[in-house]
Each structure stands twice: as C-alpha cells, then as structure tokens.
C-alpha cells in the first residue's frame, strides 16, 4: 500500500484560498486513485473530490463544486486540493485517501491508504 501525508493547512480567514497537499511514497503512485474527503468536529467524514490514475477523471461532491480543484503530478507522487472562497464551514480536517479502485477511494469507509489529515480552520 502506498502511504500518504497530507500538508497545506492552516488557520485562514473566511474568502481566503489555500491548496493541500497529499504526497504519496512506498508504492507507484500512478496505480491509485486519489479521493480527498474531510471530517468537521461532530460530524461525519465526507467525500469531496476524486482524480484518477492519470489526472483525468476529476468528481467533486456538491460541498466542493465551484470552489475546490483537484489535480495530480504524477512525477512528485503528489496531488493536490486547491481551495478557493473558504468559508467557515470549512473547517474540518482534511484527509486524502489512495485506492487502486476509483469507485472504492470515494467512500469515506474505503479500506485503501489513508494519510494522518491536516488541519483547516476557517475563521469569519
């Protein structure tokens, strides 16, 4: 299994933009689908955006349409979240996970490569 960090977070303010980062080691990283969800306090984990092997193939959940951007280099073993108008209800840890299915790497139950999560804090 491929193994994942994720970094980029922070604390912001509300129409502040940040981009994440999930880099990926120990296995070919071109082999997995990448999906990034997050997780608010008290709530549970939900799917925001996917990529495919390649970097084509992007879907994103209705809370990330219009605002976030997924996108993938391959040479870095890295893709990215690119977060634009944050608002409060941002505010959530972010995760990214890995999985060689792109239907599986959608569920926030996907039993595939998880990283730690960074931290996004949106402040109004």
């Known amino acids: 299994q491929v193994h994942l960090v994720e970094s980029g977070g922070g604390l912001v303010q509300a129409g502040d933009s940040l981009r994440l980062s999930c880099t990926g080691s120990?296995?070919?990283?071109?082999?997995?689908?990448i999906a990034w969800h997050r997780q608010a306090a008290g709530k549970e984990r939900e799917f925001l955006a996917v990529?495919?092997?390649?970097?084509?193939?992007?879907f994103y959940a209705d809370p990330a349409k219009g605002r976030f951007t997924v996108s993938r280099d391959n040479a870095r073993n890295t893709v990215y979240l690119q977060m634009n108008d944050l608002k409060p209800e941002d505010t959530a840890t972010y995760y990214c996970?890995?999985?060689?299915?792109?239907?599986?790497?959608?569920?926030?139950?996907?039993?595939?490569?998880w990283g730690q999560g960074t931290q996004v804090t949106v402040s109004a």
């Open positions: 120990g296995s070919t990283f071109s082999n997995y689908a």
């Open positions: 990529i495919g092997w390649e970097g084509g193939r992007m």
């Open positions: 996970a890995a999985d060689p299915s792109y239907n599986q790497v959608i569920s926030p139950f996907n039993r595939g490569s």
